[in-house]
């Protein structure tokens, strides 16, 4: 398994130590000839902060090579994901299965507490971002 997840992308810009990269994103079928046709075919772009001590090398328009550790994008998916359904359903669980709340308020209760976990993530995102680092080359 290769240690760095990568994409390629270009340069929007670059200022304050931070490179700005668009990457564009295919779904699995984005190649198949018949995509026109089905409609299923997605294309998304996504706009990529990477911190470069060497920002100033880098010029909007220039193709570029983001990659980030396959270790740090599996803790970034836990977190963004894993982490929310787990506070939902304990949510969940405890108000219905044990203090015996309707279902209506315990969806309410447990939607409410994702909303607090994801208010914590972001307080504690300047700590998450030393954790998950980009990195950038030049192609």
Request: charged share 20%; glycine share 10%.
């Amino acid at each position: 398994m290769a240690e760095l997840i990568e994409h390629s992308g270009t340069v929007e810009r670059a200022e304050g130590g931070k490179v700005f990269v668009r990457i564009t994103s295919h779904s699995a079928c984005g190649t198949c000839s018949a995509r026109q046709a089905c409609g299923l075919a997605e294309t998304q772009e996504k706009m990529v902060e990477v911190a470069a001590a060497d920002a100033a090398r880098f010029e909007p328009g220039d193709a570029v090579t983001v990659g980030i550790r396959r270790r740090a994008g599996m803790l970034s998916v836990a977190l963004a994901y894993g982490g929310a359904l787990a506070v939902l359903l304990a949510a969940l669980g405890l108000t219905i299965g044990v203090a015996g709340w309707s279902e209506g308020r315990g969806a309410l209760v447990s939607l409410a507490a994702v909303v607090l976990y994801y208010m914590v993530l972001w307080l504690f995102r300047r700590r998450i971002e030393h954790t998950i680092q980009f990195t950038i080359t030049k192609n």
